[in-house]
């Protein structure tokens, strides 16, 4: 069954019903033509997972009958990648949709010293909605029960001063250092330069704000690319690994 998602505060478990409205319900039934009757999958995107029979279909959203609920447990792995805003925006999409496919599970757009996109507010907040169409659609196409959690732009000195990580690194182009680093059962971060890269003296403030330098190989790879790799990077160290959904 294909699934979908919808908010936490529009599914009842008592009455063992639940709602899907918006642009949601627009792809469920304007796009798709689901119909009454038809079962789905439903998530709240925090990992509730309910087998839904169609009751109901309005002109804005529809009704569902939860037929079975449970709960997919939170992964142990996570990895969280702060990546520069980027000149051109349709770059910065492709890193959302392919990290959301591989699992990413949080996206923090950044503002370096080199970040040449650097959107006025009000501009920040029509593409933080364009980004989370974006993440929703890679995230039901791929199955996931946990929504990525995309962050309002930090600046890189807001990124380096998060706490809460078991394991921070930065990518650098110019480092010698093999990626030997464990991210299985851990919480990553990783922060990821823009064009140009970053600049001698991030690295360094970087480096005493407890990141790990490595390299991701000789050759220079586009800042989505790097982003989407460090990704893959986590991903295939839990292949074989039975971890439910990875992360």
Known sequence: ???FYTSPENITLDAARLVIDGDEFHHL???L????GDLILVTDGNGSRCEVRIVDIGKKSLEGEILDHSVV???DTGVTVALSLLKAPQRFELFLEKATELGVSAIIPMITARTVSQPTSERVQGRLSRWRTIVLSAARQSKR???????????FR???AIEGYDLKVIP?????????VQCAGKNTLFMIGGEGGFTEKEVVDAREAG???????????RAETAGIFAVAFVRTQLLGVDCGEWF
Request: charged share 35%; aromatic share 10%; no cysteine.
């Open 211 to 221: 990141f790990r330098e490595i390299s991701f190989g000789k050759t220079i790879l």
């Open 33 to 36: 033509r689901k119909k009454k």
């Open 172 to 180: 650098y182009e110019g480092s010698d250092e093999a990626p030997e």
């Open 73 to 75: 447990e939170r992964p």
């Open 1 to 3: 069954m294909e699934l």
């Open 29 to 31: 039934g304007r796009v």
């Open 145 to 155: 029960y946990y929504l990525p959690n995309l962050l309002e732009p930090l600046s």
């Open 158 to 160: 807001q990124v380096t």
